[in-house]
């Protein structure tokens, strides 16, 4: 039998999911965290910095921080709601925007040679593979949790 964790953990290296920074755009190093901001406020049509945390599935706090560091680096706006003050609209800046177009070409690019090694039949396996593993992680509510003896 295959070592699922082992191929999980092989292709989380090779895709470089542990790299401190995952790409260098324009002189701003941009960690893995900050690229996935950047991907749904680009994404998303003028979220909130909840909607974003929740679709990244982190914590507001460590978000915020987050946040803020793309904000002092002019990537990103946060702009409070003008009917609720307590709530901020987050947007990309030109430079934000065009950080953000750089990753996604630079990944495509990445994926289009990797898939360049398959044929078509096991292009669309890998592709239809990677759905169906998408739909079922998100049926279990045990997301990467260890049970505790």
Partial sequence: MENLREMF????RR???LDKNCCSVGGFDISLIHSHILYEI???HNPSMQQVAESLGTDITTFSRQVQALVKMN???KTPLPEDKRVYILSL???????????????????NDV???????????????IK?????????????TIPLR
């Fill in 75 to 77: 990537l990103v706006e």
């Fill in 93 to 111: 800046t030109t430079e934000g925007k065009f950080v953000a177009k750089t990753i996604d070409q630079q990944m495509n690019t990445y994926l």
């Fill in 42 to 44: 680009d994404n998303q």
């Fill in 15 to 17: 895709f470089g999911l």
């Fill in 132 to 144: 169906l593993l998408n739909e079922a992680m998100a049926k279990t509510s045990n997301c990467c």
């Fill in 9 to 12: 953990q092989i292709m989380t």
């Fill in 115 to 129: 898939f360049s090694h398959m044929n078509e039949f096991e292009k669309e396996t890998v592709i239809r593979s």
